[in-house]
Nanobody
Framework: QVQLVESGGALVQAGVSLRLSCAASGRTFSSYAVAWFRQAPGKEREFVGFVNKNGGGTNFADPVKGRFTIFRDNAKNTVWLQMDSLKPEDTAVYYC?????????????????WGQGTQVTVSS
């Protein structure tokens, strides 16, 4: 079992960078793949990006590809979402999620453990 806590959300202006953190409890964090999702007001939760268990593989949704990166340090039980060139349409609550064997990385239903979310607001 793992517990996730996101942090780093803020109100920022368009064009700047922001880094979100997802801190996990438990001694087996390296056995979990992690994904980031986001949910804007009035919209469904959507996939943002994914990192595999050892951090060697990532994948991103088209709207953030080339602007967002994910990296992890299993020794620190932490995954980071680096967001560059932020746009107003990136405004959302961002969630990290983890699962040992996510069947389909892009789908929120594949992940058993979720954080509480952190708000990112990008002003124009």
């Amino acid at each position: 079992q793992v517990q996730l806590v996101e942090s780093g959300g803020a109100l920022v202006q368009a064009g700047v960078s922001l880094r979100l953190s997802c801190a996990a409890s438990g001694r087996t964090f390296s056995s979990y793949a992690v994904a980031w999702f986001r949910q804007a007001p009035g919209k469904e939760r959507e996939f943002v990006g994914f990192v595999n268990k050892n951090g060697g593989g990532t994948n991103f949704a088209d709207p953030v590809k080339g602007r967002f990166t994910i990296f992890r340090d299993n020794a620190k039980n932490t995954v980071w979402l680096q967001m560059d060139s932020l746009k107003p349409e990136d405004t959302a609550v961002y969630y990290c999620a983890a699962d040992q064997y996510p069947l389909r990385a892009y789908f929120s239903s594949s992940y058993k453990y979720w954080g509480q979310g952190t708000q990112v607001t990008v002003s124009s």
